[in-house]
């Protein structure tokens, strides 16, 4: 399957030009204010793209989804549209889990502090999982901010190489935008917003094979 990764759009998605694929994957922080409108537009927006699959997480920036009941949210989705919030969804046979958290910074949505927190939350990631997609990155990995120190998480490094995913696809460090692959894992930051806010970045496009058992053309959906 063709996934195309974005992260990062801060309501600038209607200016974006988005590659073909099976599933478009959003790894958050996809609004400034995080107002409700800017959701609906967002969502509207998604809906609407010829993707068969659209799953997105929440990111620093989105209170509304941490303010929210989820179930007011899963009941603005369109069809076709999967949001995750420390939970999984599978696609022909593969797993796609989903988490919006990252390391304490000034107070933004869906934080926690480093250490037991982080690594407890890290804990859930199912040890099937075959596309990863959180907010934050690895430590390590694409996460090198404008001094050149990491921001990525240790735990959350520690995690993946433990549970070995075809691929993780983050955003949240906009000046380390790319993709690469280390130990048989492709990391993908998919921020399209660079660290001045301008929009720089095109979309990722990557592929993960459906697994054998799986019916690859019956277009199956299941919540796990």
Same mark, same amino acid.
């Given at each position: !399957?063709?996934?195309?990764?974005?992260?990062?759009? $801060?309501?600038?998605?209607?200016?974006?030009?988005?590659?073909?694929?099976?599933?478009?994957?959003?790894?958050?922080?996809?609004?400034?204010?995080?107002?409700?409108?800017?959701?609906?537009?967002?969502?509207?927006?998604?809906?609407?793209?010829?993707? %068969?699959?659209?799953?997105?997480?929440?990111?620093? $920036?989105?209170?509304?989804?941490?303010?929210?009941?989820?179930?007011?949210?899963?009941? !603005?989705?369109?069809?076709?549209?999967?949001?995750?919030?420390?939970?999984?969804?599978?696609?022909?046979?593969?797993?796609?889990?989903?988490?919006?958290?990252?390391?304490?910074?000034?107070?933004?949505?869906?934080?926690?502090?480093?250490?037991?927190?982080?690594?407890?939350?890290?804990?859930?990631?199912?040890?099937?999982?075959?596309?990863?997609?959180?907010?934050?990155?690895?430590?390590?990995?694409?996460?090198?901010?404008?001094?050149?120190?990491?921001?990525?998480?240790?735990?959350?490094?520690?995690?993946? %190489?433990?549970?070995?995913?075809?691929?993780?696809?983050?955003?949240?460090?906009?000046?380390?935008?790319?993709?690469?692959?280390?130990?048989?894992?492709?990391?993908?930051?998919?921020?399209?917003?660079?660290?001045?806010?301008?929009?720089?970045?095109?979309?990722?496009?990557?592929?993960?094979?459906?697994?054998?058992?799986?019916?690859?053309?019956?277009?199956?959906?299941?919540?796990?």
């Amino acid at each position: !399957m063709k996934f195309v990764a974005i992260s990062d759009t $801060h309501c600038r998605h209607r200016s974006l030009r988005i590659p073909k694929g099976d599933v478009l994957l959003h790894a958050g922080d996809i609004g400034y204010r995080s107002t409700r409108e800017e959701v609906i537009d967002f969502l509207d927006w998604l809906g609407k793209q010829p993707h %068969l699959y659209k799953i997105f997480i929440a990111g620093n $920036h989105d209170f509304f989804f941490e303010r929210e009941k989820l179930s007011v949210i899963q009941k !603005m989705l369109p069809d076709g549209v999967h949001y995750l919030k420390d939970e999984a969804v599978v696609l022909n046979g593969i797993k796609v889990w989903g988490s919006p958290y990252t390391p304490w910074n000034y107070r933004w949505a869906f934080n926690k502090r480093r250490g037991e927190p982080l690594e407890k939350q890290w804990r859930n990631i199912p040890h099937d999982t075959d596309v990863l997609l959180t907010h934050g990155p690895v430590y390590g990995i694409l996460d090198t901010i404008y001094n050149d120190q990491h921001a990525g998480d240790k735990d959350l490094l520690n995690r993946v %190489l433990a549970v070995k995913p075809k691929a993780h696809v983050f955003g949240h460090i906009h000046e380390s935008y790319g993709s690469v692959k280390r130990q048989g894992i492709q990391f993908v930051n998919a921020c399209l917003l660079n660290e001045a806010y301008e929009l720089a970045n095109k979309p990722l496009v990557f592929e993960v094979a459906a697994r054998p058992s799986a019916k690859a053309a019956s277009g199956e959906v299941e919540e796990a």
